[in-house]
């Protein structure tokens, strides 16, 4: 047990590792990035799932076609949009039920990415290439990690900064904030409440259109049905045990990159922990971190917006 | 110009009953046009999907063997949405439940265990599907923690569990390593309603549980009290209702539902327990319970037709090479155009002019 331990440490520490876990969080850390600034809008959309398979599907036909991975990534966070706007037009113009809607935009999403990717299974591209700086990439350990990685990674670190931000640093956050603890106030307050969910998201199908884009663009070079493997439904699990925050975000999705990982490593070495029960954990962990923060609600701050999945109807 | 939501002073009946109706209507045309994109002709497409399927008896027994399973969970789901409860776990509480009533048929397997083996089965399948329920309803009671993330969270373990299970300790050894448990014994196997029919007996469980759904939400004081904390919680709150008591009740059916339903598939048409015992059909199951307009007769009709574009599909890809995907397509669009019409009973859209007209403002 101990050499096992052992191994198991040796290749936590490795450099190799942290490279492969980081390009496993990422598409986690893209699509949980949007959707936290849409629950904190106070919508829930479940259809995760359904835009990044759409993104991913989309993704390859246009990097294929174009022979660019930036349109490809563009045709990823168009995908994403459009599949949001349908789900913004339901919820938000016809006050449907989020959760409804969420589950049928995940089905439509699985089966019109089969149909549009079914012309491009079996394709190749070239994948995105990863950015190295002269000297800095050449630095020992540090240098691949910090400096080696593709424009992808850097991306999604950059949009975590930049959502935490909007959120706190900014009015346009607060007023964000506001619609979704309490969209009857923010109304009386005379904010756009609608409008504001709306954009909310779009830029939520945006980052999983290019989580999903991702996949194919980035992490293998060919496009199958059903790539996105449930990371969608991970990420709506990240975004719950992040509690809504930002930093937590980023923590949570390196952690569920890492137990994903893991689980085919800890397989290889045959330690009789089944690779099922790792994979089982991050959302075994999403219910008993939402037991947690349910528990401590009002005496902790905020965890969970007040207004998530309500529907608002402005009277006039 | 804008589209603005208004509120009708009561709920049109008329759209009511004509909502799922042109619900279907507007998914036959936009899946006809989506045919159309693709290079088929819409007639001979929508003619393969949808009645060609009605034409051949054995066609017709796969929908009903398709339907079962749809049609008890979301009789069981739709107690939980009445009730304004959101169990979406149901996929799980079905896989519980054929993980429940499996351990018995893999324990008896091979000895010569008497009549009484399939009863028990389903009783815990029931009762697996109910107690796995149990969690997100006692999670949302106890803890107030959203019930839809949790019944949702608890479907992946759920899954993996299974697939432990069938890979690892109940994995046939004589099965040429093939991740699946040794077929069901004749004793624990769902019996077949015409000889040489995949047509189960699990079909006519499905038949009683409508009948004891539609009696008990329109007779009943259980189901008064469901209907009332949907539509009225606070009403409901003062009238002495205690809703916890509810959650527990509906979520224990809900799943119970689930669970038997899912042992009653291994049972019955698999008759052996595998990795992917399920096509979706808990989360079918749930545009079931809407397009059924939540009503345990207009579910029974709501899963047949869903069950005919599972056998549909199959025949539109072998028929005319269409990828098994539209399905789902169709599975998806279906639903949200439920769900648009299904709004347009309480609300009516109103186009309102931007520039406020100083007379009238």
């Not at chain 1, 994903?260 to 219910?287: D, E, H, K, R, W």
Request: hydrophobic content about 55%; overall charge neutral.
């Amino acid at each position: 047990m101990l050499d096992a331990t052992g191994q198991i440490l040796h290749l936590i520490l490795s450099v190799n590792f942290i490279l492969t876990v980081i390009t496993a969080s990422t598409p986690l850390l893209l699509a949980a990035s949007g959707e936290l600034v849409v629950e904190r809008a106070g919508v829930l959309n479940l259809g995760i799932e359904g835009m990044m398979i759409m993104g991913a599907a989309c993704g390859f036909a246009g990097a294929y076609e174009s022979d660019s991975i930036v349109v490809g990534a563009l045709c990823g966070v168009v995908a994403g949009m459009a599949m949001a706007a349908v789900f913004g037009f339901l919820t938000l113009g016809l006050a449907v039920n989020q959760v409804a809607t969420g589950l049928a935009l995940t089905i439509l999403g699985t089966g019109l990415s089969g149909l549009i990717g079914s012309g491009f299974v079996g394709e190749r591209i070239t994948p995105a290439q990863q950015l190295y700086l002269p000297v800095l990439t050449g630095l020992p350990v540090i240098g691949r990690i910090l400096f080696g990685q593709d424009a992808f990674v850097y991306f999604s670190i950059a949009l975590v900064i930049g959502i935490w931000m909007f959120l706190y640093r900014t009015r346009a956050g607060l007023v964000l904030r506001a619609v979704g603890d309490n969209h009857t106030s923010a109304h009386a307050l005379g904010y756009p409440v609608l409008k504001i969910r709306m954009l909310a998201v779009l830029f939520g199908g945006a980052c999983a259109g290019l989580a999903g884009a991702f996949l194919p663009l980035a992490y293998t070079p060919f496009f199958i049905p059903g790539m996105t493997a449930g990371r969608g439904w991970i990420a709506l699990a990240l975004v719950v045990f992040a509690s809504w925050r930002p930093g937590r975000l980023v923590a949570g999705a390196y952690l569920f990159g890492a137990v994903t990982f893991l689980q085919l490593s800890v397989q290889g070495l045959g330690l009789g922990i089944p690779p099922q029960l790792m994979s089982s954990l991050p959302y075994l962990a999403t219910v008993v971190v939402l037991v947690l923060i349910s528990r401590t609600r009002g005496t902790a701050g905020s965890a969970a917006p007040a207004s998530l999945g309500v529907v608002f109807v402005p009277d006039r | 110009m804008q589209l603005v939501l208004e509120k009708r002073a009561e709920r049109s009946t008329a759209i009511a009953i004509a909502s799922p109706l042109i619900a279907v209507a507007l998914t036959l045309v936009t899946v006809g046009i989506l045919f159309a994109i693709m290079g088929k002709n819409p007639i001979t497409a929508l003619y393969v999907y949808f009645i060609e399927p009605l034409t051949d008896p054995f066609s017709l027994a796969e929908i009903a063997v398709k339907a079962t399973p749809l049609v008890m969970i979301a009789v069981g789901l739709s107690l939980c949405y009445i009730a304004n409860i959101w169990n979406i776990g149901a996929e799980g509480q079905f896989l519980v439940g054929a993980i429940a009533g499996s351990w018995l048929a893999v324990r008896t397997n091979g000895t010569d265990a008497g009549a009484w083996v399939l009863p028990v089965m389903l009783i815990l399948g029931a009762l697996g599907g109910a107690l796995y329920a149990m969690i997100p309803a006692l999670c949302k009671i106890r803890f107030g923690a959203s019930e839809i993330l949790t019944s949702l969270m608890l479907v992946y373990v759920a899954y993996y569990g299974m697939d432990y299970l069938v890979r690892g300790p109940w994995r046939d050894p004589h099965g040429l390593n093939f991740p699946t448990t040794a077929p069901f014994d004749p004793a624990a196997t769902v019996p077949a309603l015409i000889d040489g029919s995949r047509l189960h007996a699990g079909t006519l469980v499905a038949l009683v549980v409508v009948m004891i759904a539609a009696v008990m939400l329109g007779r009943t004081i259980m189901g008064f009290e469901i209907k009332l904390i949907g539509a009225a919680p606070r009403a409901a709150r003062f009238s002495g209702f205690n809703s916890d008591q509810l959650v527990l009740l509906t979520f224990a059916v809900s799943g119970g539902l689930a669970g038997l339903a899912g042992i009653i598939e291994v049972a019955g048409p698999i008759g052996y327990l595998q990795p992917d015992i399920s096509p979706g059909y808990g989360f079918t199951a749930i545009i079931v319970a809407f397009l059924g307009r939540l009503n345990p007769v207009g579910i029974l009709i709501a899963g047949l037709f869903l069950a005919l574009t599972f056998i549909g599909g199959e025949n539109a890809e072998i028929a005319m090479k269409v990828p098994q995907d539209l399905t789902k397509v169709f599975q998806g669009i279906l639903l949200f155009y439920v769900l648009a019409c299904d709004s347009m009973i309480v609300y009516r859209i109103r186009l309102v002019s931007t520039f406020r007209n100083p007379v009238h403002a």
